[in-house]
């Protein structure tokens, strides 16, 4: 089982950026997949970002791909999502997720066991 906590949300101005992480707990933290998903006010969740066990193979969603760059640091038991060129639709809450092994790029919510409690994002015009 692993615990997820993320950080480093808060307020930015259009343009701007912000780096969140997402510390894990437990030993196994290099044998999980990864992900990014956000949930803006009234919309679904939707994902944002993935990362194999050791970043080797990463994938985003296409209103994020050349903004957001994903990163795993396992020595630190850490997941990371560099966010540059904000926008004021980036708005949203942003969790991280984590699942045992990978096979596939994963960007469902039900392909992912545990998730963080989430940060919020707040991108203004």
């Known amino acids: 089982q692993v615990q997820l906590v993320e950080s480093g949300g808060g307020l930015v101005q259009a343009g701007g950026s912000l780096r969140l992480s997402c510390a894990a707990s437990?030993?196994?933290?290099?044998?999980?997949?990864m992900g990014w998903f956000r949930q803006a006010p009234g919309k679904p969740r939707e994902f944002v970002a993935f990362?194999?066990?050791?970043?080797?193979?990463?994938s985003y969603a296409d209103s994020v791909k050349g903004r957001y760059t994903i990163s795993k640091d396992n020595a630190k038991n850490t997941l990371y999502l560099q966010m540059n060129s904000l926008k004021p639709e980036d708005t949203a809450i942003y969790y991280c997720?984590?699942?045992?092994?990978?096979?596939?790029?994963?960007?469902?919510?039900?392909?992912?066991?545990?998730w963080g409690q989430g940060t919020q994002v707040t991108v203004s015009s």
């Open positions: 997720a984590a699942r045992s092994g990978w096979s596939a790029i994963y960007s469902q919510e039900s392909e992912y066991r545990y």
């Open positions: 437990g030993r196994t933290f290099s044998t999980y997949a």
């Open positions: 990362s194999s066990q050791y970043g080797g193979v990463t």
